[in-house]
């Protein structure tokens, strides 16, 4: 069972962010169920770096539409990506330097960020991006 299914309820009608919004979201569930089923480091750990590459090449593309077309509300948003970046990324140091195994605490920070930040941060430029004809 995944750890978070999409909802159309999450969509910032922009067809190309609810697309990486949807792959960040089968990463994360990825990563959920080969730590659930108790695969090896060997196994996760491409996973984590799969979901910190993807993460930044979304948080980029948003960031790039934010600069183009003047967000009044980047600031704010490029933080809150820069703190998520700095945290998961401090979580798979931990994991790579063997200091245990990822905890289920990072699958419930990851799915309580984005579920949050998709419905609060990312819903905000919902309608500037509509309105500027970025559907």
Avoid: C
């Avoid at 299914?5 to 080969?34: C, F, G, P, T």
Wanted: avoid cysteine; aromatic fraction near 12%.
């Amino acid at each position: 069972m995944p750890l978070i299914n999409w909802s159309d309820s999450y969509s910032v009608k922009v067809k190309e962010i609810d697309n990486q919004h949807k792959k960040l979201i089968e990463i994360i569930n990825n990563l959920h169920d080969h730590m659930k089923n108790g695969k090896g480091r060997e196994q996760v750990g491409p996973i984590l770096d799969e979901l910190v590459k993807y993460t930044v090449y979304h948080f980029s593309f948003e960031e790039k539409l934010f600069a183009q077309h003047n967000y009044p509300e980047s600031k704010v948003h490029v933080r809150q990506h820069s703190d998520l970046i700095e945290r998961v990324n401090n979580y798979i140091d931990d994991f790579k330097a063997g200091k245990g195994v990822l905890p289920m605490d990072l699958m419930d920070f990851l799915k309580r960020w984005l579920m949050e930040h998709i419905s609060g941060a990312d819903k905000k430029y919902s309608s500037f991006f509509n309105a500027k004809g970025i559907n």
